[in-house]
């Protein structure tokens, strides 16, 4: 049985970080993309980040650009994700989750760890 775990999560001040981790456990294939999503107060579940097998390619949403790193390391089923300059509106529940054929379908997800940025 497959499992996602995330960690990281916390409160912290507009303009901090945070690095968000997520380990996979129950894995008997190596995704072919792990991903994080965000949910926030009111709003449907969107797109963060995606890294694929290798570490490359790198994906990420216009909101996160620049300010977020997402990588890898299949050696211990783990994706993180490194959150630089945090605003407000990154609030949410951040959610990791596996594409196991790259094909778009996120097959497995996390139960989610909250990130909250106060003014």
């Known amino acids: 049985q497959v499992q996602l775990v995330e960690s990281g999560g916390g409160l912290v001040q507009a303009g901090g970080s945070l690095r968000l981790s997520c380990v996979a456990s129950g894995l008997t294939f190596s995704p072919d993309a792990m991903g994080w999503f965000r949910r926030a107060p009111g709003k449907e579940r969107e797109f963060v980040a995606a890294?694929?097998?290798?570490?490359?390619?790198?994906i990420y949403a216009n909101s996160v650009k620049g300010r977020t790193t997402i990588s890898r390391d299949n050696t211990k089923n783990t994706v993180n994700l490194q959150m630089n300059t945090l605003k407000p509106e990154d609030t949410a529940v951040y959610y990791c989750?596996?594409?196991?054929?790259?094909?778009?379908?996120?097959?497995?997800w996390g139960q989610g760890t909250q990130v909250t940025v106060s003014t």
């Open positions: 890294v694929g097998r290798s570490g490359v390619p790198t």
């Open positions: 989750a596996a594409d196991r054929y790259g094909d778009g379908h996120w097959n497995y």
